[in-house]
C-alpha cells in the first residue's frame, strides 16, 4: 500500500491513538461521556488513514487546496503557521478533554 497524503495518514494515526488513550481512559474511570469522544475520534481517524491510502481522494484533496491563483498566492504567503497553531491547540483540547 503507498501513502498518497501522509499529512492525513498522520492525522489518521494521531486520531487513533487519542482513541486508544480513551479505551484505557474508560475501563479506569468508567465514564459514558468518553464514549461520544471514542467514537468520533476513532471515526475520524480512519476516514482520514482511508481517504490518505486512495489515489483519487488524496489528488482531489491537493487539486481542491489550490483552484485559483488568489488561493494560492494566499497559502503562500500566510505560511504554514496558523494551521500548526491550531492543530496544536485542537490536539491539547483533545488530550485535556480525554483526560477529564
Do not use: P
Not at 25 to 37: D, E, G, L
Amino acid at each position: 500500500m503507498k501513502i498518497y497524503n501522509k499529512k492525513g495518514f498522520i492525522f489518521g494515526v494521531i486520531f487513533l491513538l487519542l482513541a486508544t488513550i480513551d479505551v484505557v481512559m474508560f475501563f479506569v474511570n468508567s465514564n459514558k461521556s468518553s464514549i461520544v469522544i471514542l467514537i468520533i475520534s476513532t471515526l475520524f481517524g480512519m476516514y482520514q488513514i482511508i481517504r490518505s491510502l486512495n489515489k483519487t481522494s488524496s489528488v482531489d484533496d491537493k487539486n481542491s487546496e489550490f483552484e485559483d491563483e488568489r488561493q494560492h498566492f494566499i497559502y503562500k504567503n500566510a505560511g504554514n503557521t496558523t494551521f500548526i497553531i491550531t492543530f496544536c491547540l485542537c490536539n491539547l483540547l483533545a488530550i485535556i478533554l480525554t483526560l477529564i
